[in-house]
């Protein structure tokens, strides 16, 4: 008889501590953009909030470059320099990333299907490994006139840790082409994080404005 109270003891503190918790949070974007022939830089400072749009989780700025290597393939460089809230200390953490991608578009019709293939690092902690991803997001949009809905589909695969894919998004939204120049991109992703000591569900809302130069 005791075995099984232990037995049941047991189970209810590893529900415990692999217990789900859900969050909703907001992004907000500006993006600056600017094509040179087979080259688009791009500039973006982003505001983002959680516990439940509550709390400052994070603010960055990002550079970025990509270079149309044939038709339909681009490669591309990020770094983005990001000032994040430490749950723990009450601070911050002022962290650098850099990203190395490789896209590819094609259109059929009124359609575009893109996949976007990234490799991913970041600073961390000194007692923290720099957490390293592999990324591959599906996209897939149709244009009408000038708004461009769009679902797609995102996962996290990290090298250090356990090795394992560890956050999928799945996101839906449009794009609204405001002028030849400016356009907004309102969207709603779905973020899953497991294999992890800390399950999370975030429902996210963003809206991000943009500026062709």
Do not use: C
Not at 23 to 45: G, M, P, V, Y
């Amino acid at each position: 008889m005791n075995k099984y109270i232990v037995v049941i003891l047991l189970s209810i503190t590893n529900l415990g501590n692999a217990q789900i918790v859900s969050d909703a949070r907001l992004w907000t974007a500006i993006s600056i953009n600017k094509e040179f022939d087979k080259f688009e830089l791009s500039f973006n400072e982003e505001f983002r909030l959680d516990e439940n749009m509550s709390h400052i989780d994070k603010v960055f700025s990002e550079l970025g470059a990509s270079y149309k290597i044939l038709k339909g393939f681009d490669v591309s460089f990020n770094y983005r320099f990001s000032r994040e809230n430490d749950y723990e200390t009450g601070n911050y953490d002022l962290n650098s990333r850099i990203d190395l991608g490789l896209s590819y578009k094609h259109k059929i019709n009124d359609f575009r299907i893109s996949n976007r293939l990234k490799y991913q690092t970041e600073t961390a902690n000194p007692y923290e490994n720099n957490p390293t991803y592999l990324r591959n997001k599906l996209t897939t949009s149709y244009k009408l006139n000038d708004i461009a809905p769009f679902i797609s589909y995102e996962f996290f695969y990290q090298f250090n840790e356990e090795s394992v894919i560890n956050r999928t998004r799945i996101s839906i939204g449009s794009k609204y082409k405001l002028n030849k120049n400016n356009s907004i991109k309102m969207f709603y992703i779905f973020e899953d994080k497991f294999n992890t000591t800390r399950l999370k569900h975030s429902h996210i809302y963003g809206i991000n404005y943009s500026i062709d130069i």
